[in-house]
């Protein structure tokens, strides 16, 4: 069984319209990832492993690995997006789920494809 799949069975998924307890769970993508970033408007949550983090990462990005996320770890700024971002857009979906179960009433942003989905649109990546 291979750990997408198991967290799937330990964690359900997201209601199909999007509505996760009072907050919301949505995709978007990195053109729009990077322009909030960018401006400043953005709090990045990496939830890849460190050895992912090390060999790239998104300038200012939070590492809070998937395998011993934790929610307290996570700033939350009213006045800016909160994204989640994994490899490929798969395992931030059972963060953000974590985030929403932990309590976190506002949307929580998936990047959509991911940290190669940002590194194909251009985004800055420190290594």
């Known amino acids: 069984m291979s750990l997408c799949s198991l967290f799937r069975r330990l964690i359900p998924a997201a209601p199909s319209d999007g ?4 907050g919301r769970i949505q995709q978007i993508d990195a053109a729009t990832a990077i322009q909030w970033q960018s401006k400043g408007e953005a709090v990045i949550v990496d939830v890849r ?7 790239g990462h998104i300038p200012g990005a939070i590492l809070n690995p998937l395998s011993r996320f934790d ?17 490929g857009g798969m395992r931030c979906g059972p963060a953000a789920e974590r985030m929403m179960a932990a309590g976190h009433t506002g949307t929580i942003n998936r990047l959509r494809g991911g940290f190669a989905a ?10």
């Open 49 to 55: 492993e460190p050895h992912e983090h090390a060999a």
């Open 71 to 87: 929610p307290s770890r996570v700033p939350t700024d009213p006045g800016k997006h909160l994204v989640f971002h994994c490899q």
């Open 118 to 127: 940002w590194v194909n649109a251009g985004g800055k990546v420190e290594r």
């Open 19 to 22: 509505q996760s307890g009072a």
